[in-house]
């Protein structure tokens, strides 16, 4: 049984549920027709045994709610030309009326367990396709990518460019940004973000972690790999349903936090560097190893300066090569 606020909720799907999802995935494979990506991953969540998802119950309610109309279209009932209809077959996927009637019913739920809860009801966490590396010479900086525009994620969301303007904005007027803290813990924070800003891509973050238990945990298991990656804590203030690709639109985020997480969402997402300022030999070795310097490039530099590279006989290097690595090494 899964556990929501501290509060056990049933979410295994019924053997009713179970018999429309297997029939929408036969004809969908039959007729070729009906349903997205996500209502085949809804359809096979329900088969799966397990339990739901809080979130997969509430994309299975506003499924639901948007998509009553399509009963009224031609192709849906037995001895209707057409039938089944696409509609029909993506209604299956998601459990059809058996899966309507739970949804709404684990909704509502979910719903007055909310209501019991006065911390923080509409906050929603998410993990996301993230990188971050440390920044100049303090190793305690760090930055990268909290957000990822115009990308359908994992839960079926889509973050619009400009959806943080209005966070942005207020912690520019007020001086005070989100927090960032240990793994989503309210009462842990791990240090401060020095500066948010949206580009082409998505929401680029700056942090420096604190000089504390907390954060030199962080900065610890930052460098050795073990976390690696970025995840949001926010509250949706305006939204749209983009019925053509079914996938929600998130046009204005409410942004409250911003955590170094264990699991990003997309396993891609890792840490890319985390430095430690040393400037003795090994150090400066390490350092040109990390930002691209063979073994043997990196001891040639430390051990007899830049000037050993423009040495070609030497290092082995053509001309044109050496002259790449000392561009590399200057920018």
Known sequence: MATYRGVEIDLEPTDGMRDEARLGL???????????????GTANAILSGSELSVDRVRRMYAYFERHAVDSEAEG???????????????????????????????RNELMSIDETSRTE???????????????????????GYGSVFNVVDAYGDVVEE?????????????????????????SQP????????????????????????????????MKMGALSGLSIGYSVAKEEYDRTNDVRVLKQINLWEVSPVTFPANS????????????????????????????????LIASRGLGALREADASGLSPDDVAELVARFRS
Not at 121 to 143: H, I, M, N, P, W
Not at 172 to 178: A, H, W
């Open 121 to 143: 009801r509409t906050l929603s966490l998410r993990q996301v396709a993230c990188e971050y590396k440390a920044v100049g010479d303090t190793s305690r900086v760090f930055e």
């Open 76 to 106: 849906w009932r037995r001895g209707e030309p057409g039938f089944p209809s696409a509609g029909k077959i993506a209604w299956l996927l998601w459990g059809g009326d058996p899966g309507r009637a739970w949804s709404t019913r684990k």
């Open 190 to 221: 791990i240090g401060v973000w020095k500066s948010m800003s949206e580009d082409a891509y998505g929401l680029r973050v700056v942090g420096e972690l604190a000089d504390t238990v907390l954060g030199n945990e962080a900065y610890t298991l």
């Open 268 to 299: 891609d997402a890792r840490v890319e560097a985390v430095k430690q300022t040393d400037w003795g030999y090994r150090g400066l070795e390490r350092i040109l190893r990390d930002v691209g310097f063979s073994r043997s490039e990196s001891k």
């Open 162 to 186: 400009g959806a943080f303007a209005d966070t942005l904005r207020k912690a520019q007027e007020t001086g005070v940004m989100p927090a960032m803290l240990w793994q989503h813990n309210p």
């Open 26 to 40: 036969a004809w969908r494979e039959e007729y070729g027709r009906g349903g997205t990506a996500v209502g085949v």
